[in-house]
């Protein structure tokens, strides 16, 4: 069926459903029951002054407390299920998770949505790999509100975030003093509590002030303490006493660790996951980083001493403070300045799988294979001797006797050992004037001019290194020692657990500096709203990126041997390549909202946005190959390092008409000349290809609610959507002979970008009884059909998950909150392996896949005051 015809045939079930269901209302309902998705709400993002949504020229989605209360989200990625045209893939963990915003592929977690705190990103270049925006933009009961803007004015108001971005909103105190404090627990050993209290100081002077903390063992249990850590929030706000405005000021310290869950190794096939036998359980099973392989030690090495630990994860220390001041100036005119200055430390330690489960016999024999003289004395009785061995205790744990039963399967994993480290410091600042011109016709003109400036220092270490790992529920390091006929060890293949193959160096320290000014208008007339908006950014970033240098292990270590001194690992060379570009964008964009009734409103929007390069693009550099590719570089005319560009066109409309409400947009998205650095496995070499892409999508976004009795409420938030490839060259990869090969994937749809997904949920709120009020809700959400592959060979199917919740709160404001997650066990694949060939992911009899998080129960006792 063509895409349009199902949108036509979505649109035409839904406006029937509007239709039957407000024939049945009287006006004295529709008078008496608010909008179910909050149109009569006061929204402040995205708009040049605040207003109600459903006067907003912007696609946008709501979360107030009650709504975030019973969806409670684990993660962003999770919160993010609930909005249409955003598809998450939330089984990362706690953080790291990614959002693929409106058919757009990603070569990043979140390339194209921002995350906001208060109007403004915690650190403004938010998408560095493996320091994204959710390590530091965090989910507590200090967060009163979310507001999600879709498309729309995202360019206008926030640089490199076309597709849109979510702006959550911080508690501040009031008159009252109020409070919310409670205790949780769940099936992982999960200890945690979280707080906020808010009132006033005097009759001028509000303040809030939270925090949460929590430690467990994570859904998949990796053997050590998973997740610890916690966040401090607090705000001060002094309304100057004519009333003209205030001051607010604000601080935020996180200290914390998440596990990050990547891709583990299964059989069967993408359509068919099943577990190795004796290997992680598909269910609950580790992904890779456990306590039997979470340390790695090398001293003495060219870039100094190495000490890594996997328990660190995903690691976040923030601290962020800053002002935001207010005032009228007279009639027509406001003042406003926001002020953030970020300091951040985040590393992120984790074991990636580069390579798919394969029997250690053949491993051993491939080693030999490459070190056949030196290896020589291990053959004898007619055939290959060795041992299997913890590269940490050396206790052997196999021979070439019995090793093919070793853990049931068999079987090893090259485990690349990574670790970044990502340091730097953020000041932001935002500058407005704002006019209201109410001499225009009879309608009033709106005016907003705009100066954003920010100034990021970073420094950005990598280190990537093969190791080789057991395939079981808590792997182990190993290494594969040969020994002669009298059991005396030659050589080993491996030290401390590290192969010949894939590894992997960085080092950069970079400045960025933006300024962006930008303009917003609307003119309104009666029920119409007209809206233009164009912002002009210039970053400059300049730096150097240490070149990377190959050492043999033994150059550098005293105990090697004459197989394993011979592994080359990178590290730098003590010499830079200086870099200094310069870019500028301009993005604009103009809408149109207008309320036919009280009840209905449409809206349309057409805007070209932009993402800047970033930190990752930076280090090419140091890939170049000649002084004229340098030179190119530094004059910004590499192709790898360009902005990328995109386009949307939205239609929407807005219907609420007593116990129905609907939120339905059409639109357009497409991106050129998306960069993305394609690493496909080659004998156990991680071989990086540059490829650029170009995406169109068609799409339909719909949220829906119905109040269906007094206590009984559905609703839907569903997205329907063509993505494809489009005017983009045959797509390079490399084949299993070793070759280049092409593949032509146009028409295809991008990597990991499903055309339907969507959340169902419905909530029930009994009557009050004597021990209070109780309420149950339940959350369906879905992802379709996906492809692992740019050239769609390796199908990610349908997959849904249910969570159930139930609460109760007495009079005195005790309450007790108790959620499942997944409870049907739902065991889908998220994404395939993005290191196993992207391209082509050319499957064998195992291969890698993230699995969706296992069931998991959690109870919290509180107290609302």
Not at 399 to 422: E, M
Not at 433 to 458: A, P, Q, W
Not at 697 to 717: C, H, I, K
Not at 761 to 779: C, H, K, L, P, R
Request: with cysteine; proline share 3%.
């Amino acid at each position: 069926m063509k895409c349009s015809t199902k949108i036509t045939l979505i649109a035409a079930a839904v406006t029937a459903s509007i239709s039957q269901s407000s024939i049945a209302q009287t006006a004295e309902e529709e008078a008496s029951k608010p909008s179910s998705l909050d149109f009569e709400q006061i929204i402040v993002t995205g708009t040049s002054r605040p207003k109600e949504k459903i006067e907003s020229t912007n696609a946008m989605t709501t979360f107030g407390e009650e709504k975030l209360e019973r969806l409670a989200p684990y993660s962003v990625g999770e919160l993010v299920r609930s909005i249409p045209g955003f598809h998450a893939e939330d089984t990362g963990g706690e953080t790291g998770n990614n959002v693929a915003p409106r058919g757009f592929p990603l070569s990043t977690q979140t390339e194209f949505t921002a995350l906001l705190r208060d109007g403004m990103t915690v650190f403004y270049n938010q998408d560095v790999l493996f320091s994204q925006n959710d390590r530091f933009t965090r989910l507590s009961n200090f967060i009163g509100n979310v507001e999600a803007i879709r498309g729309g004015a995202s360019s206008i108001f926030v640089g490199s975030a076309p597709a849109g971005f979510i702006n959550f909103l911080s508690r501040e105190g009031g008159d009252d003093t109020e409070g919310d404090v409670f205790f949780e627990t769940n099936s992982n050993n999960r200890l945690g509590a979280q707080a906020w209290v808010s009132g006033s100081i005097n009759d001028q002077t509000v303040y809030a002030i939270g925090g949460w903390y929590r430690k467990g063992d994570s859904a998949r249990d990796p053997g050590y303490t998973a997740n610890q850590g916690g966040e401090l929030n607090a705000n001060v706000k002094y309304f100057f006493e004519d009333a003209s405005g205030f001051t607010r000021f604000e601080f935020n310290k996180q200290n914390d660790k998440s596990f990050f869950f990547i891709p583990q190794p299964l059989t069967g096939s993408t359509t068919d996951a099943q577990t190795i036998p004796g290997g992680m359980d598909i269910r609950d099973g580790t992904t890779g980083n456990s306590a039997g392989a979470r340390l790695l030690r090398l001293a003495n090495t060219p870039s100094g001493d190495i000490d890594l630990d996997v328990t660190d994860g995903n690691f976040a220390d923030v601290t962020y403070f800053g002002n935001t001041t207010e005032v009228e100036l007279n009639d027509a005119w406001t003042f406003s300045n926001q002020v953030r200055y970020t300091d951040m430390l985040t590393t992120f330690t984790g074991i990636i799988n580069v390579g798919n489960a394969e029997s250690l016999s053949g491993k051993a024999q491939a080693i030999f294979d490459t070190n056949e003289q030196a290896l020589a004395d291990a053959v004898f009785g007619g055939e290959l001797n060795y041992r299997v061995v913890d590269a940490g205790t050396g206790f052997e744990l196999a021979n070439n006797s019995n090793v093919d039963s070793f853990n049931t399967n068999g079987f090893g994993i090259n485990a690349g050992f990574w670790h970044r480290r990502f340091e730097g410091d953020n000041l932001q600042n935002e500058t407005k004037m704002r006019h209201i011109y109410e001499g225009f016709d009879e309608g009033t003109f709106y005016s907003t001019f705009g100066l954003f400036v920010s100034n990021i220092n970073g420094h950005v270490t990598d280190y990537r290194i093969n190791t080789l790992q057991s395939v079981e529920p808590l792997p182990q390091r190993l290494d594969i020692a040969f020994i002669d006929a009298e059991g005396n060890d030659i050589a080993s293949g491996t030290y401390k657990g590290i192969q010949a193959g894939s590894h992997g160096f960085a080092n950069i320290v970079y400045n960025e500096s933006t300024i962006a000014p930008y303009a917003d208008f609307e003119y309104e007339i009666d029920d119409l709203t007209l809206n233009l908006g164009a912002r002009y950014e210039t970053l400059r970033a300049n730096g150097e990126a240490e070149d990377p240098g190959n050492y043999e292990i033994s150059s550098f270590t005293t105990d090697s041997d004459a197989v394993n001194g011979n592994i080359i690992l990178p590290f730098g060379a003590g010499t830079y390549r200086n870099f200094d570009v310069e870019y500028n964008e301009l993005a604009w964009t103009v809408a149109a909202n207008y309320i036919v009734n009280e009840d209905f409103a449409v809206f349309t929007r057409y805007a070209d946005g932009f993402r800047m390069p970033d930190v990752d693009k930076y280090m090419a550099i140091t890939d170049l190959s000649s002084q004229e590719e340098i030179d190119e570089f530094n004059r910004s005319e590499r192709r790898e390092t360009q902005p990328a560009s995109t386009v949307m066109a939205e239609l929407g409309f807005k219907y609420n008409s007593g116990d129905v409400a609907a939120f339905l947009t059409g639109y357009y998205a497409a991106a050129d000349d998306l960069f993305f650095n394609v690493p496909t496995v080659v004998d156990n070499q991680v071989v990086q290809r540059q490829a650029f892409r170009n995406t169109e999508t068609l799409g339909l976004e719909a949220e829906f609610n119905l109040q269906v009795t007094e206590g009984w409420s559905v609703g839907l938030s569903a997205t329907y959507q063509d993505p494809e490839f489009v005017n983009t060259p045959a797509a390079e990869f490399i084949n299993s002979d070793g070759n280049v090969d092409t593949v032509n994937i146009n028409g295809n749809m991008p990597v990991r970008v499903p055309k339907h997904f969507g959340q169902l949920t419905s909530s029930y709120e009994f009557e009050d009884f004597a021990w209070g009020v109780a309420s149950i809700n339940a959350t369906y959400s879905w992802s379709g059909k996906r492809y692992a592959d740019d050239a769609n060979t390796a199908e990610l199917p349908f997959y849904g998950m249910l969570n159930l919740g139930f609460a109760i709160e007495n009079e005195d404001g005790y309450y007790v909150r108790a959620d499942v997650k997944n409870i049907n066990n739902s065991e889908g694949l998220s994404e395939g392996d993005p290191r196993a060939g992207e391209t082509v992911a050319g499957q064998s009899t195992t291969f890698n896949a993230r699995v969706v998080l296992p069931r998991t129960f959690t109870v919290s006792v509180g107290k609302r005051f």
